[in-house]
């Protein structure tokens, strides 16, 4: 009972204020539709610029084709010689196709075009996706004029999407951003906790109340369990409602992960409540290390990416195990038997936490 007490003040202080009220329950949602378009790696309208020097109707279907694609905006199409370099640096123009005869040592003029693409590499993902596509129109155009004359390719590869056939990144993204403010809510929550009852002067009241450290513990970091969870539906359904991203796991499996990776990640925030002086203090601390479980969690980059020295790092990061989880549930409907191992991994950084996080907080108690 002495502890619903707790947990009921706790909850009070966290929602009392309109402010934070909608930071908790509302900001969830903004965040989720921003984050869910702006972090995106699909390619859309490409702006392109297209120089025709050939003189066959081959080039002019190929660019009929490229013209025709929702991927590319055609900005430029001339039938002289361009600076190329210019129009790339001045920023008109990501991409550059340049169309030339090919001639055979004859000089004679081939059936196909030779055919140039020049990028702008500064944003390596959108050139590298471009040029697949560019690759893939002028291929599809070939294999077309092929059957056109009857003829057709020995062998050809037919690749089957799974799990995503329309690779929309907003499905990869989708289930990690769900995790990622899961992280946010929760660890600003607590660990501005114990720094909040030093400054408001009410430490010494709850430390001689009847509350066991452990009561006081649970109950510090119980309350930030209950919203993370609150805001992790708020978050499922906007991802399922609103992007469209289909969901084929277990509820069930999704919330035991769930809250295992609570327990590791508000041990953690209560050891920086417990070193803050400040409040101040303790959101500059949540705040850069949220930003390393971030960058080291495979959230915008495979794990794989990242160097050897750092990968203990991302090995010890809760948040890389959850976003992995997640994404098995959300979009491949995986049963605990496909990711065990990371769960256990989870469950082990998770009383690692825990019992460290218990052991300085009766340190910091009993001072």
């Given at each position: 009972m002495r502890l619903f007490y707790l947990i009921k003040k706790e909850l009070i202080e966290a929602v009392r204020q309109k402010e934070q009220l909608f930071l908790i329950f509302a900001s969830p949602i903004i965040q989720i539709v921003i984050l869910g378009y702006?972090?995106?790696?699909?390619?859309?309208h490409v702006p392109v610029g297209i120089v025709n020097l050939s003189k066959g109707q081959a080039a002019v279907r190929i660019i009929e084709r490229v013209r025709q694609s929702p991927l590319f905006a055609v900005r430029l199409e001339s039938r002289r010689s361009e600076d190329y370099l210019y129009l790339l640096k001045k920023g008109e123009?990501?991409?550059?196709?340049?169309?030339?005869?090919?001639?055979?040592?004859?000089?004679?003029p081939l059936n196909y075009p030779e055919v140039q693409v020049l990028m702008?590499?500064?944003?390596?993902?959108?050139?590298?996706?471009?040029?697949?596509?560019?690759?893939?129109?002028?291929?599809?155009?070939?294999?077309?004029?092929?059957?056109?004359?009857?003829?057709?390719?020995?062998?050809?590869?037919?690749?089957?999407?799974?799990?995503?056939?329309?690779?929309?990144?907003?499905?990869?993204?989708g289930p990690g951003i769900?995790?990622?403010l899961l992280t946010i809510i929760t660890m600003f929550l607590t660990s501005a906790s114990m720094v909040r009852e030093k400054e408001q002067q009410t430490l010494d009241t709850l430390l001689i109340s009847p509350l066991s450290t452990l009561e006081i513990y649970v109950g510090k970091a119980l309350p930030s369990v209950l919203i993370g969870l609150v805001d992790m539906v708020i978050g499922l359904l906007v991802v399922v409602l609103w992007f469209g991203i289909p969901f084929r796991g277990s509820l069930l499996y999704l919330f035991l992960a769930a809250l295992v990776y609570l327990a590791a990640i508000l041990s953690y925030a209560m050891l920086i409540s417990v070193f803050s002086s400040t409040t101040q203090q303790a959101m500059f601390?949540?705040?850069?290390?949220?930003?390393?479980?971030?960058?080291?969690?495979?959230?915008?980059?495979?794990?794989?990416?990242?160097?050897?020295?750092?990968?203990?790092?991302?090995?010890?990061?809760?948040?890389?195990y959850l976003i992995k989880i997640i994404r098995e549930i959300f979009l491949k409907g995986n049963g605990i038997a496909y990711f065990w191992k990371d769960l256990l991994a989870l469950g082990g950084i998770a009383v690692t936490l825990v019992t460290i996080s218990l052991l300085n907080f009766k340190r910091f108690i009993s001072k």
């Open positions: 702006v972090i995106s790696t699909d390619v859309h123009v990501k991409a550059m196709l340049v169309f030339r005869d090919a001639l055979d040592r004859k000089r004679t702008d590499g500064i944003d390596s993902n959108t050139s590298m996706i471009a040029a697949g596509y560019f690759n893939g129109i002028i291929k599809n155009y070939i294999l077309d004029d092929m059957q056109r004359l009857g003829q057709g390719l020995p062998i050809a590869a037919k690749p089957v999407f799974r799990f995503n056939p329309q690779l929309r990144s907003i499905n990869y993204m769900v995790a990622f601390f949540a705040w850069f290390s949220l930003m390393i479980f971030l960058l080291m969690s495979g959230f915008f980059t495979p794990v794989d990416n990242i160097p050897p020295l750092l990968r203990l790092l991302a090995d010890i990061n809760p948040l890389r």
